[in-house]
């Protein structure tokens, strides 16, 4: 007997569909990409001051600097600002 309380395949498959898609003007990329590259920047200058803030304002430590930065990255070469180089080369100190 199927459980009730579970969505079916074709609820989830619609659900999907109805998610907007969202294009961005390449100079506006551009400009947020180097905004996220700035903040890594930041970030990597400022760890021990800013980590102990973001650790209270998160709440839990399984997220912190280094994971802020590793989103940072991730987005800016989504975006198309960086070659990924952080994301697929040795890891950063």
């Given at each position: 007997?199927?459980?009730?309380?579970?969505?079916?395949?074709?609820?989830?498959?619609?659900?999907?569909?109805?998610?907007?898609?969202?294009?961005?003007?390449?100079?506006?990329a551009?400009?947020?990409?180097?905004?996220?590259?700035?903040?890594?920047?930041?970030?990597?200058?400022?760890?021990?001051?800013?980590?102990?803030?973001?650790?209270?304002?998160?709440?839990?430590?399984?997220?912190?600097?280094?994971q802020?930065?590793?989103?940072?990255?991730?987005?800016?070469?989504?975006?198309?600002?960086?070659?990924?180089?952080?994301?697929?080369?040795?890891?950063?100190?």
């Amino acid at each position: 007997m199927p459980c009730r309380n579970v969505p079916s395949l074709t609820h989830l498959t619609r659900k999907l569909a109805d998610v907007p898609s969202l294009s961005l003007d390449a100079g506006d990329a551009a400009e947020l990409a180097e905004m996220l590259q700035f903040l890594s920047s930041w970030l990597t200058a400022e760890d021990s001051d800013l980590g102990a803030s973001l650790g209270r304002f998160v709440g839990h430590p399984a997220y912190g600097i280094t994971q802020l930065r590793a989103d940072l990255d991730r987005f800016t070469f989504l975006l198309g600002g960086s070659d990924g180089e952080s994301l697929f080369g040795p890891p950063r100190p």
